[in-house]
């Protein structure tokens, strides 16, 4: 198996297409968090290389789980995955540290390209 990646979304259809892109591509799902807290737990058993990580959430948005994950591991690799006409809520992720964001809805050449791009330092 390649890199490890832990998906991060409130949409359960949004989940399976992103594991289904991915493990397409021999990366490996490490776990699936339905909102930001989850994500914090799975996060720290799973250690995963990667977080593609939703912001609207319910319990704990993307945003917030995205900080306290980069508090913890400032080298984090998060990737924000956001709906088109949150653009606010990607320049509140790009304050808070995200170097690295996509937009809803998406294809699948350009989610291998952008996860590729972030796992290579880019």
Do not use: W
Request: proline residues 2%; positive net charge.
């Amino acid at each position: 198996m390649g890199k490890k990646i832990l998906i991060v979304d409130d949409a359960s259809f949004m989940r399976l297409n992103l594991k289904n892109i991915l493990e397409s591509q021999d990366y490996e799902v490490v776990g699936e968090a339905t909102n930001g807290n989850e994500a914090l737990k799975l996060y720290k058993e799973t250690g995963p290389d990667l977080v593609t990580m939703d912001i609207t959430m319910l319990e704990k948005d993307g945003i917030t789980a995205m900080k306290e994950i980069l508090e913890k591991k400032p080298s984090a690799l998060v990737l924000i995955i956001s709906a088109m006409g949150q653009e606010a809520y990607i320049k509140k992720a790009i304050v808070a540290g995200t170097k690295h964001f996509m937009v809803k809805p998406f294809k699948k050449v350009n989610v291998l390209k952008v996860i590729e791009k972030v796992l290579n330092g880019g």
